[in-house]
């Protein structure tokens, strides 16, 4: 896989943090930084702290320790819990964006697709009609849902178009970080070609920083640049994902690397 | 048919009540949540809602707030969807007859304290007028997001862009924004209120209105208002500015172009009329019209065999 240029500065430093609900529930002592162009893959199995994580990083769950640093495209730091509430949510719907597993979570089930990937247009100001509508179809074609069914309700789309909506939604405003939680999980293997496909096109079309947890290898060696993974919730091991892929060192990775089933 | 519209029936005071029902404690308290409503316009106020003799519904929150300010020398009007002589109206002006012993009239002009359900009248107020709004649902955010926590956060944060995802859908689906009443608006560059469900026709009225406008909540215990000479600006598209309704019809009663329509269906065979809302405002004009010429309106009501009609147009007739 292609790395991008390695910027100097990263988007996102993520230093110390940690949540805890329980001994090594949770996440603790996570440390990375994230450069604009770069996929990074959290993997790990079940509750070893992967959405935990990722909560604290959407400006979700305040960490119990640590700083989460978003570095803004003019270079201003923003520690994503100590500025204001405000402000923090106006980087959540503006530069951050957060792609759910069930789009069902992610979409406004009841607005048209057109609405829901024009609210976030407009929770940024727009107020021109005909703009927010030819961004909404430009969107659709883009996530390769006929333009034709903009005035149609998510709940008429298959799983696969509404997860592609939720994407089109969350990128309309052009977030410079994306955060994604098994953005094709329950899906067919198919449909989930084609989503990660599309992912991989955005990424590199708009230059976009992306987290993505998952617990599919195979998702992570398709999309990834860099993988961390996650065991109790620790991270056991980090670096490049094809070195982790085809050379784990920890024993948590060997049994994980060696229980993927190969058809 | 003025002022003095209540000479038929003699209504005699209770003794069995405090000055309009409320304790003067609970009136008090509801008279300071209307001063921080006033100093924050648009700001939905939580207030210690009583129970009131009458359902939720039925303009509990508008009666609160009527009692609060009450005095003995106010001169109270009730309209209901725009008539002083449909049930809820009778009844709220009754109550407080009997409560507070105040003077009451149907005149808008005259009046210093109006409550009001889903109308605005179409007699500009002045700026010793107080207009008092029954309010249903007082959070506009309420459709669209379901969390009281959340949607409390957005108006402090002034998140109000999701406020736009109905209208765009009207636009989408009907070419127009097609909402309404209830139509949402900007108060004073600040908070976004639910004007409660008057028609859009009213929004207008509320910009710079000299009256001083206050609205009730009694289910939700929240109240909010608009100050007199407060900006008020109605939510729309660049290129789908705020719009009115428009009739074809003007008042079969009363001739007007300019007033709020109902249609009215007088008949079963669905034969239908376009007649004022605002029952005094079209009784006024015409009388003023019967003292200077002979009515050509009135012979065409005459004419028509009217059955079913709400009481105000049999009256005129």
């Given at each position: 896989m292609k790395l991008p240029i390695v910027a100097t500065q990263p988007v996102l430093t993520v230093n110390g943090v940690q949540k805890l609900y329980a001994i090594n529930r949770g996440c603790q002592d996570v440390n990375?930084?994230?450069?604009?162009?770069?996929?990074?893959?959290?993997?790990?199995?079940?509750?070893?702290g992967k959405s935990t994580?990722?909560?604290?990083?959407?400006?979700?769950?305040?960490?119990?320790?640590?700083?989460?640093?978003?570095?803004?495209?003019?270079?201003?730091?923003?520690?994503?819990?100590?500025?204001?509430?405000?402000?923090?949510?106006?980087?959540?719907?503006?530069?951050?964006?957060?792609?759910?597993?069930?789009?069902?979570?992610?979409?406004?089930?009841?607005?048209?697709?057109?609405?829901?990937?024009?609210?976030?247009?407009?929770?940024?100001?727009?107020?021109?009609?005909?703009?927010?509508?030819?961004?909404?179809?430009?969107?659709?074609?883009?996530?390769?849902?006929?333009?034709?069914?903009?005035?149609?309700?998510?709940?008429?789309?298959?799983?696969?178009?509404?997860?592609?909506?939720?994407?089109?939604?969350?990128?309309?405003?052009?977030?410079?970080?994306?955060?994604?939680?098994?953005?094709?999980?329950?899906?067919?293997?198919?449909?989930?070609?084609?989503?990660?496909?599309?992912?991989r096109a955005l990424v590199s079309e708009l230059n976009l920083s992306v987290i993505m947890v998952t617990h599919d290898l195979a998702v992570a060696r398709l999309l990834c640049h860099r993988l961390l993974v996650m065991q109790k919730s620790r991270v056991v091991e980090s670096g490049l994902t094809d070195q982790i892929l085809d050379d784990p060192q920890h024993p948590y990775t060997q049994l994980l690397v060696s229980s993927v089933l190969t058809p | 048919m003025d002022n003095i519209i209540n000479n038929a029936r003699v209504v005699n005071p209770s003794t069995h009540y405090n000055f309009a029902y409320l304790d003067e404690h609970s009136k008090r308290t509801i008279r300071r949540g209307l001063l921080k409503a006033v100093a924050i316009p648009g700001y939905q106020v939580p207030f210690a809602g009583r129970e009131m003799p009458m359902p939720y519904g039925w303009g509990t929150g508008g009666v609160q707030l009527t009692a609060s300010i009450l005095g003995t020398d106010d001169v109270l009007k009730v309209i209901d969807q725009g008539s002083d002589d449909t049930t809820n109206a009778v009844s709220i002006r009754r109550f407080f007859e009997r409560t507070a012993a105040v003077k009451t009239t149907t005149a808008t002009d005259q009046a210093t304290v109006i409550q009001t359900r889903h109308r605005i009248p179409e007699q500009p107020l002045k700026n010793n007028q107080i207009l008092i709004f029954q309010v249903p649902i007082p959070d506009p955010l309420r459709f669209i997001e379901p969390s009281e926590t959340?949607?409390?956060?957005?108006?402090?944060?002034?998140?109000?862009?999701?406020?736009?995802?109905?209208?765009?859908?009207?636009?989408?689906?009907?070419?127009?924004i097609a909402t309404t009443y209830a139509y949402p608006a900007l108060v004073n560059e600040r908070y976004v209120m639910d004007p409660s469900p008057i028609p859009k026709f009213d929004n207008p009225k509320l910009h710079m209105s000299e009256a001083l406008l206050l609205f009730g909540a009694g289910r939700e215990k929240r109240l909010y208002a608009v100050p007199p000479y407060t900006k008020v600006k109605s939510l729309d598209f660049e290129d789908h500015p705020f719009e009115v309704q428009q009739w074809e019809e003007d008042c079969a009663l009363c001739g007007s172009g300019e007033s709020f329509l109902d249609e009215v269906i007088i008949d079963d065979d669905g034969t239908r009329?376009?007649?004022?809302?605002?029952?005094?405002?079209?009784?006024?004009?015409?009388?003023?019209?019967?003292?200077?010429?002979?009515?050509?309106?009135?012979?065409?009501?005459?004419?028509?065999?009217?059955?079913?009609?709400?009481?105000?147009?049999?009256e005129i007739a």
């Amino acid at each position: 896989m292609k790395l991008p240029i390695v910027a100097t500065q990263p988007v996102l430093t993520v230093n110390g943090v940690q949540k805890l609900y329980a001994i090594n529930r949770g996440c603790q002592d996570v440390n990375f930084s994230l450069y604009p162009g770069e996929v990074l893959g959290i993997v790990g199995e079940s509750g070893s702290g992967k959405s935990t994580l990722l909560h604290c990083l959407s400006g979700q769950t305040p960490p119990d320790s640590g700083d989460i640093t978003y570095h803004s495209h003019a270079g201003e730091a923003h520690n994503i819990y100590t500025i204001n509430e405000a402000k923090r949510r106006l980087l959540m719907r503006s530069e951050f964006g957060i792609v759910k597993q069930h789009p069902r979570d992610g979409l406004r089930m009841r607005v048209s697709a057109g609405a829901n990937i024009g609210e976030r247009l407009m929770a940024v100001g727009d107020r021109h009609y005909s703009h927010i509508r030819q961004v909404a179809t430009d969107w659709l074609e883009q996530v390769e849902i006929d333009a034709e069914r903009v005035d149609h309700l998510p709940s008429e789309f298959s799983g696969g178009m509404q997860q592609r909506l939720q994407i089109a939604r969350v990128l309309a405003t052009h977030p410079r970080l994306v955060l994604m939680d098994e953005p094709t999980g329950g899906l067919d293997v198919s449909v989930q070609a084609k989503i990660l496909d599309l992912i991989r096109a955005l990424v590199s079309e708009l230059n976009l920083s992306v987290i993505m947890v998952t617990h599919d290898l195979a998702v992570a060696r398709l999309l990834c640049h860099r993988l961390l993974v996650m065991q109790k919730s620790r991270v056991v091991e980090s670096g490049l994902t094809d070195q982790i892929l085809d050379d784990p060192q920890h024993p948590y990775t060997q049994l994980l690397v060696s229980s993927v089933l190969t058809p | 048919m003025d002022n003095i519209i209540n000479n038929a029936r003699v209504v005699n005071p209770s003794t069995h009540y405090n000055f309009a029902y409320l304790d003067e404690h609970s009136k008090r308290t509801i008279r300071r949540g209307l001063l921080k409503a006033v100093a924050i316009p648009g700001y939905q106020v939580p207030f210690a809602g009583r129970e009131m003799p009458m359902p939720y519904g039925w303009g509990t929150g508008g009666v609160q707030l009527t009692a609060s300010i009450l005095g003995t020398d106010d001169v109270l009007k009730v309209i209901d969807q725009g008539s002083d002589d449909t049930t809820n109206a009778v009844s709220i002006r009754r109550f407080f007859e009997r409560t507070a012993a105040v003077k009451t009239t149907t005149a808008t002009d005259q009046a210093t304290v109006i409550q009001t359900r889903h109308r605005i009248p179409e007699q500009p107020l002045k700026n010793n007028q107080i207009l008092i709004f029954q309010v249903p649902i007082p959070d506009p955010l309420r459709f669209i997001e379901p969390s009281e926590t959340e949607a409390q956060k957005m108006h402090a944060l002034e998140e109000y862009g999701v406020m736009h995802v109905k209208l765009y859908e009207d636009i989408a689906h009907y070419g127009h924004i097609a909402t309404t009443y209830a139509y949402p608006a900007l108060v004073n560059e600040r908070y976004v209120m639910d004007p409660s469900p008057i028609p859009k026709f009213d929004n207008p009225k509320l910009h710079m209105s000299e009256a001083l406008l206050l609205f009730g909540a009694g289910r939700e215990k929240r109240l909010y208002a608009v100050p007199p000479y407060t900006k008020v600006k109605s939510l729309d598209f660049e290129d789908h500015p705020f719009e009115v309704q428009q009739w074809e019809e003007d008042c079969a009663l009363c001739g007007s172009g300019e007033s709020f329509l109902d249609e009215v269906i007088i008949d079963d065979d669905g034969t239908r009329m376009f007649v004022c809302s605002d029952s005094h405002y079209c009784a006024q004009r015409v009388e003023s019209q019967e003292n200077t010429q002979v009515n050509t309106q009135k012979d065409i009501r005459i004419n028509t065999q009217v059955k079913n009609v709400p009481s105000k147009k049999q009256e005129i007739a």
